[in-house]
């Protein structure tokens, strides 16, 4: 591999070489490409920010492919430039990207919405699947697939996001125990490598850009067309919530429903630091089982943690179902007092970030920094976690969200790009705070930020084998630790795959190779 590619201590977040060809020669190229989309080099400012709202790159154009022969034409028209110039190429979804991954300063950015071709085709039967692409929205793959009594077997928590984008990632959600996060739940793709090549992959055809592609963060090639697999419908979900005060009981409790062969569907878990009216909030949702012994809990100045779950109800079972998780909830040792229940349509339950969303908006705090942090503990350490951390380093969650949840890494496809700790159970804990512009208090940018690094620090000193998901690294000896033993395999895929550094610059993995004057 050409070590021009690379950089060790370097920090990548801005570009070191200015173009060898002008850009006016490469807006005029660009221009001059046969498409069946278009190209924008005029107001364009939108393909500079993403969700995280704290990087903002300016492209020089944004390309809206109608077909994948334009996102083909368009890399092959920048890897013909060389080293030439340094203008590289990135996908962008719904721009829901933390940390400017989705951006190509003085690039082009591949809007892939637009590409909404080949449509939506359903093959039923005993594994039925769809073939959708890869700009196509996870909410929009749902309704369709309702209209087939079919679903897709893992999620996201909030599903106004491209195919695409997840896929590069992992895709985690509380689904994530039974089924695998949704890079295990593809059979096939087709991908647009950094040579510009359109080539089909699976498990039994280019395998090993098949693996690379599935959590490679973009590196090696932008996901055009995916073949998601498919299962019953439910129609509706029981929908419940408990509490403890002890972490030991909850995390033994958590491990013992995603082991359990007789367990919910969905298994999630939240920390709650420190938060007022708790009751009163989930009224509005769920009903407590018991609602005077409930309305009389006190959160003010505790850490408490919240098992969510949930069990899917067919139209034929339903009975059954009530009676099983009754079953199921007798084996728990949550607060007795502190069940809440709800019974909801199948969309709503899984759409229900998308309702948080319209209410943040409304009031304007939704397109604000979103300092996220999520990490992957292994369960040996995950005590030393929270221990460290919860009512330590977090003394409340009012700025957001801290979910924890554990996964069994036998239901991971083995192979992939992505990156988890050694053990066969481990935590996804989640931080998803939202940071106030221009403040200066504890729900400000800066303080957000100071605490992340307090528990990445913590995390690091104390040798947790953490491991980072939807990662945020400068430099690359910083990915360099994150990939550890993979990195070998990761960098060689890039070389193969995408040998002049073209895709996905954002990531600030490797830097274009760019010929000095």
Partial sequence: ?????LSSKQTLAKPTASFQLGSSTIRSSLEHLKLDGNVSFDSIDHAAKDFGNRYHSLPLAVMHPQSVSDISSTIKLVFAMGG????TVAARGRGHSLAGQAQARGGVIMSMESLRHPEMRFYPGKMPYVDVSGGELWINILHESLKHGLTPKSWTDYLHLTVGGTLSNAGVSGQAFRHGPQINNVHQLEVVTGTGEVVRCSDDENSDLFHGVLGGLGQFGIITRARIALGPAPTMVKWIRVLYSDFSI????????????????YIEGFVIINRTGLVNDWRSSFSPKDPVRASQLQSEGKVLFCLEVAKYLYPENNYDVNQNIETILSELNYIPSTLFQSEVPYVQFLDRVHISEMKLRKKGLWEIPHPWLNLLVPKSKIHDFAA???GNIIRDTSNGPILIYPVNKSQWRN????VTPEEDIFYLVAFLSSAIPYSTGKDGLEHILSENKRILNFCASTQLGVKQYLPQYSTQDEWKAHFGKQWE???RRKSTYDPLAILAPGQRIFKKAVAFQ
């Fill in 1 to 5: 591999m050409n070590k021009n590619h």
């Fill in 84 to 87: 030439s110039s340094d203008i």
């Fill in 250 to 265: 909850f995390t033994e409790d958590q491990e013992f429903l995603i082991s359990s062969q007789n367990s919910f569907d």
């Fill in 388 to 390: 460290g951390v919860f």
């Fill in 415 to 418: 192979g992939t790009s992505m």
């Fill in 489 to 491: 395999v990761f960098s």
